[in-house]
């Protein structure tokens, strides 16, 4: 005996079966449906485009270490070096204060190196006080790395507490706020006038440490804290 087979749904079956089934929206609910894929499509190209600029400038705006800003002009082909014209080095010393080196000129010996030879350079500090400070020099080096530089011709560094140095040459270290040298020195201080051979500034501490031809002239009107010299200064 045959016959067509028939198929028993049960209620499960029933409901899958319904909501599978298209279903029929109001004019109203149609019309949330346009007005939100309409906003999307406003949204969501600039969403895209903030979170573009946010991963291209994050890396720029954290940084907290020192950088240089400078305009660079190739020099002739026999040169392997680049010039680099008006750098300018902004960064912090270790209390936080800014530390401002600009120069006429820069270059370095190799891409690799952290020395940048300047030219006519001025830089511009904060003693811990929050005082100013200036160092000028025709020509110098320098070591990012080391927060150091190698001052040479027309050294003159000045404070707005009443330190003013003339040198040829000397060391700068940035962060100790140390000046060094050995070509000799001369200038003022609060306590008066000096020249001398060689010479260590402190200028945070307002310690002058001198030797070889020490010349000096105290204002009696000044104050005067003479430092004891060192045990390595008596021998």
């Known amino acids: 005996m ?3 087979p028939t198929h028993n749904l049960d209620q499960n079956d029933q409901d899958h079966f319904r909501n599978l ?17 309409t906003l999307l499509k406003k949204t969501v ?36 070096t680049a010039k680099l014209i008006k750098p ?11 530390v401002r080196i600009a120069a006429e000129s820069a270059y370095r010996e190799s891409h690799g190196q952290m020395d ?11 003693l811990k006080g929050g005082e ?11 070591q990012a790395d080391a927060q150091k530089m190698i001052l040479d011709g ?23 706020k140390l000046a060094t040298g ?16 060689r010479f260590e500034v402190d200028v945070d501490e307002e310690i002058v440490r001198l030797s070889g031809n020490v010349k000096m002239h105290i204002n009696p009107r000044s104050p005067l804290d003479l430092a004891q010299p060192t045990k390595e200064e008596r021998e």
């Open 2 to 4: 045959t016959g067509s």
């Open 21 to 37: 089934s298209p279903k029929s929206l109001s004019y109203k609910d149609s019309q949330k449906e346009v007005r939100l894929v």
């Open 45 to 80: 190209p600039v969403f895209t485009g903030l979170v573009l600029a946010a991963l291209v400038l994050w890396p720029l705006l954290s940084q907290k270490e020192g950088s240089f800003t400078l305009a660079v002009d190739r020099l002739e082909k026999r040169d392997e």
């Open 88 to 98: 300018q080095y902004v960064g912090i010393d270790r209390y936080g204060n800014p």
């Open 116 to 126: 940048y030879h300047l030219k006519n350079l001025l830089a511009e500090l904060k």
């Open 132 to 142: 100013n400070m200036q160092v000028k020099a025709s020509s110098g080096i320098f």
């Open 154 to 176: 027309d050294v003159k560094i000045t404070t707005d507490t009443g330190y003013k140095l003339t040198a040829t040459e000397s060391a700068f270290l940035i962060n100790e």
């Open 182 to 197: 050995d070509k000799g020195v001369s200038g003022t201080a609060p306590f008066g006038k000096f020249s001398a051979t």
